[in-house]
């Protein structure tokens, strides 16, 4: 069954800390995508990446890092330079030109 | 600035009654809409999309119409269910020509559906 898998499902990080939430998708699609989801909110685009070893930044990509190393793979680490980092994080993939996104179930981070 | 929006963050309606949700946009240079559906704690999940060459787009129980003139889209759903209770999502994609960018997402609208 094809889909993206994101985990962990919940995760917390202390005040200082990297976390990094991952994101696999079995779908073959050439693009991957970051978003940020809070409270009664749309979601913003964190970062996106078109194809492996390359990835841009999206409209609230400071405080975030993330990498493509392998084509399914798009793991986003939430560094301490974030300030207000407890959101909704959903990852999406997509072929490659203007077709639709698909998502995962998402990871909830908060705050100790 | 955000630049696609809702009319409405709730609508509320009976079980069987068809439902309108509305979404405004702003760049004219849009050509590729999407509506997304979501429920609680979930992903948005695709319903349907439209690109700019189309005013009108059906699916099964949903259509999408899309208004370039006064920059409008809306998602109609027909015999809503009480399974179609969600927050729905209208996004676009603005780059023209296509390629693999990010969504700018309204939002969203919270459907609720009455007994």
């Known amino acids: 069954d094809g889909g993206i898998t994101q985990s962990p499902k919940y995760l917390f990080r202390k005040e200082g800390q990297n976390v990094t939430l991952s994101c696999e998708q079995n779908l073959n699609h050439d693009a991957m995508y970051w978003y940020r989801q809070d409270p009664g909110q749309g979601l913003r685009l964190i970062y996106y990446?078109?194809?492996?070893?390359?990835?841009q930044k999206g409209d609230i990509a400071e405080g975030y890092s993330v990498s493509r190393e392998k084509k399914e793979s798009f793991p986003l680490t939430v560094t301490s330079a974030q300030k207000n980092p407890t959101a909704f994080y959903l990852c999406a993939s997509s072929p490659f030109s203007n077709q639709p996104q698909h998502f995962g179930d998402g990871t909830r981070l908060s705050i100790l | 600035g955000e630049s696609v929006g809702l009319h409405l963050p709730t609508l509320s309606v009976q079980e069987g009654d068809n439902s309108i949700i509305n979404c405004a946009y702003s760049?004219?240079?849009?050509?590729?809409f999407i509506w997304y559906k979501q429920e609680s704690g979930k992903g948005p999940q695709f319903i349907i999309d439209?690109?700019?060459?189309?005013d009108k787009r059906q699916g099964q129980r949903v259509t999408v119409l899309l208004n370039k003139t006064v920059k409008h889209l809306s998602l109609q759903i027909a015999a809503t269910q009480p399974g179609d209770s969600a927050v729905y999502f209208c996004a676009e994609n603005s780059l023209p020509g296509g390629g693999a960018d990010g969504l700018t997402f309204g939002k969203g609208t919270h459907l609720i559906i009455q007994p």
């Open positions: 439209i690109r700019s060459n189309m």
């Open positions: 760049n004219s240079a849009s050509d590729y």
């Open positions: 990446s078109q194809i492996v070893n390359d990835f």
